[in-house]
């Protein structure tokens, strides 16, 4: 019997904005023209392969900005330099940019939440199932939730920065376990991530992996409560 299912975030409850209104949306939060010459989806493309939070990886990380993008989910403070220094490599119409891209993912207002999120956890609450969010990341993921409508319907939240573990370590996964008071046997773990997701097994989690879906489209994540 499963007696608890726990989530990953990104790709999984909800992913980040649009990469267009990403940038939109960080360059009016600092006053910056991107001009109507039709450059900023090639400028929005480009920073995303440099690397944004939430995904995807960057192609090619800088031996400058190598360190801290490597500690980034374990410290807030290499998170941020991490992400800045990968934002600061692309060329920008104004240096403040790179800061106000990596800002709008602190907020919820930088993320979507799938359509079937709420719901699935609103059923698995229904029918005496634990929740909880486990995430690799490097800053407090609890605002952004709350903003989304998630947190209040999670049991627990367990970020990797806090614990001192990063996904697929164990040591994550057992805390999560521990944060909802369920056996490892009696919890199931959902994300969409094979090789951090898909650690869980090493904690003897049973693993449902749904790759990931576009910002606004059901995620699939019916497939959950078929198996609780």
């Known amino acids: 019997m499963v007696k608890a299912v ?24 600092v006053g910056v023209d991107l001009g109507g010459d039709g450059a900023a989806p090639a400028l929005a493309a480009e920073l995303e392969v440099a690397g944004r939070p939430g995904g995807p990886y960057p192609s090619h ?3 400058a900005v190598a360190a801290d993008y490597a500690a980034r989910d374990r410290d807030p403070a290499a998170h941020r330099a991490g992400y800045v220094g990968l934002l600061s490599t692309v060329a ?11 800002e709008r993912t602190l907020a919820s207002s930088g993320w979507t939440v799938y359509p079937d999120a709420i719901p699935t956890l609103m059923a698995l609450r229904d029918r005496g199932v634990a929740t909880a969010a486990v995430s690799n990341v490097g800053f407090d993921l ?12 999670l049991d627990a939240v367990v970020l990797s920065y806090e614990v001192g573990a990063v996904k697929p370590e164990p040591a994550i996964f057992a805390a999560a376990c521990t944060a909802v008071g369920v056996a490892p046997a009696d919890t ?30 059901d995620h699939g994540l019916a497939a959950v409560l078929a198996l609780v």
């Open 188 to 217: 199931l773990m959902v994300g969409d991530h094979a090789a951090a997701d898909g650690g869980a097994a090493d904690a003897g989690i049973r693993t449902l992996l749904l790759p990931m879906s576009r910002a606004g489209e």
């Open 142 to 153: 609890r605002p952004v939730l709350a903003g989304l409508g998630l947190l209040e319907h």
């Open 6 to 29: 726990l989530f990953d975030v990104a790709g999984t409850l909800a992913m980040p904005e649009a990469r267009d209104a990403w940038l939109a949306g960080a360059a009016a939060s």
């Open 61 to 63: 990380v800088p031996e």
């Open 92 to 102: 920008l119409p104004d240096p403040r940019l790179a800061v106000a891209l990596y």
